[in-house]
């Protein structure tokens, strides 16, 4: 077992230490004497309280967690589980101001940092757009909900400006990207603060088939506070981990199968997986054309939805946007909302067969109590709403995406056209990069040989990546050729699965469906959403007992129809809400156990 250094970060430390004194109480005084004295100038820089970083110390206790779960006030205020309305108004009120509010989360990553890691750099320009957005703000101009509020994006989305853009791999560490990714764009112009990139499953998992989730080489390992031990999620660990951990308030996170979803049902938040094309991938490092889409986590879906609504849109360099022309809401997703009446009378199925039965059973049994308050609220619950061919489409074995190729059809494979797709959209997408000689995946490839420690070129060189980088190898084999049994997959994959999904929304004989349930810790859900490239939304259910680590409930619907699944989930969780069943907070299970790789995917432990 490889033990990683428990000391944070030495860029974390020196940036927080500057900014606290800065931007807190404890800066510099001012002063006109001109001989100001050494042992003056050395006093005033001392805290006259205690140290606001508390470290618990020792074997986990209750106070252990405590003291990681609480953060310090900040300006007298508590933002520790504030929504982005809270913050809002804590702002429009005079509390609080967006440099004190960044500063704060800058703080909180400074208590974190060293035990879960969810940030792989911090913007060293974070105070000063937190700056403008006071400036607008005192001018009377509030450009949106998000205005002021800081969030972290994975780092496979790309910013110009001082923040490096590397998919986790050290391959590309200082190279230059053209231009902010659009959805970036997006959140500079409705005034969120960018805090930093997230760390991540280096190039999205898609370098390696047996691999550490949340860990690259660039970033190390991310792990989730509710047991350190375990697979945090991926591949967009860091986003979800900073938001279970009141790091930020949201954060945006890419999926191609599974990795909005997956790790932020496992670390009990909220995750809007969107129709792809409904948020352009433009300066996204890409994966596969046909099922990446960018997405967001936040701990509720209304602060998931003000993101939503600020990243979406028609995007010229994304020819995919082009079809959520006249399939998007007028007023945009914050419409939809809704509180619990809005239960009374609606259909959600239950594709058992097809999901439900490869839940545990202590899973399960959660999962069917919600259910029954669901249906005691005035909602109609239908069983056996199955995926058309699920006996062929969803793995019994768990998640899979070389499935097809399992059963001896690998022109039934996700697999056999991701890995084509992954060699011509990346190729695409290093060509625009400056400062660098990373022009493919085959070059990706030979810079891990020329490092093959720290980028596991081998099995057994990193325990990280444990078949060293087998997926890159078997990208680099298809050299991009698009031949009969690639466009066999996709339209396989693509076709059954919307016709799966589609027909089990009309299984019901008198109504369509609003949304298909499903337990979303069983990998095969998201699989199938991925492969139709339609929606998906998790909120926070429950806790596994034995493990710690949390589960969610998931909606499923149709091709842009995230109106009716938000519509619904925000139903659900002020049901859950109004039940006295909040959001679970971390019980830091495993808490100073440094293991690399983290246990197994540990799907339904």
Known sequence: MWIRPTHPKPWLVDIVYAIYFLCSGAALAETTNATFGISQLRGSQLLDHAFLYRYPLGNITVNAVATLNTMDLCNGVVIEEATIDQLQRYMAEGKLSSVQLTTCYLNRVFQVERYINPI????????????????????????????????????????????????????????????????????????????????????????STVYSEGYSANGGQSRSSYNLTVNPGGSSSGSAVAVANNVVPFALGTETDGSVINPAERNAVVGIKPTVGLTSRAGVVPESEHQDTVGIIARTVRDGVYALDAIYGVDLRDNYTFAQRGNTPSKGYTAPLENRRALRGARFGLPWKSFWTFADAEQQSILLDLIDKIRTAGAIIINNTEITDYQTLVSPDGWNWDYGTTRGRPNESEYTYIKVDFYNNLRSYLSELSNTSIRSVDDVINFNNQHPYAEGAEPGLNPAFASGQDGLLASAATQGIMNETYFQALHFCHNRTRQGIDDALRSSPSARLDALLVPPDVGQTYQIAAQAGYPMITIPAGVHSKSGMPFGLALMGTAFGESELLRMASAIEDLHVVEGVGRARPQWKGLGVDNVPVDSQCFGC
Request: charge should be positive.
């Open 120 to 207: 792989l750099q911090l913007n060293p320009d974070a105070l000063h757009i937190a700056r403008k957005t006071d400036t607008e703000r005192a001018a009377g101009h509030v450009r949106s909900p998000l205005h002021g509020i800081p969030f972290v994006i994975k780092d496979n989305i790309a910013t110009r400006d001082r923040l490096g853009t590397t998919a986790g791999s050290l391959a590309l560490v200082g190279s230059i990207i053209p231009r902010d990714a659009f959805v970036v764009g997006k959140l500079r112009k409705a005034g969120a603060v960018l805090l930093g990139k997230a760390t991540l499953s280096e190039w999205a998992d898609m370098r």
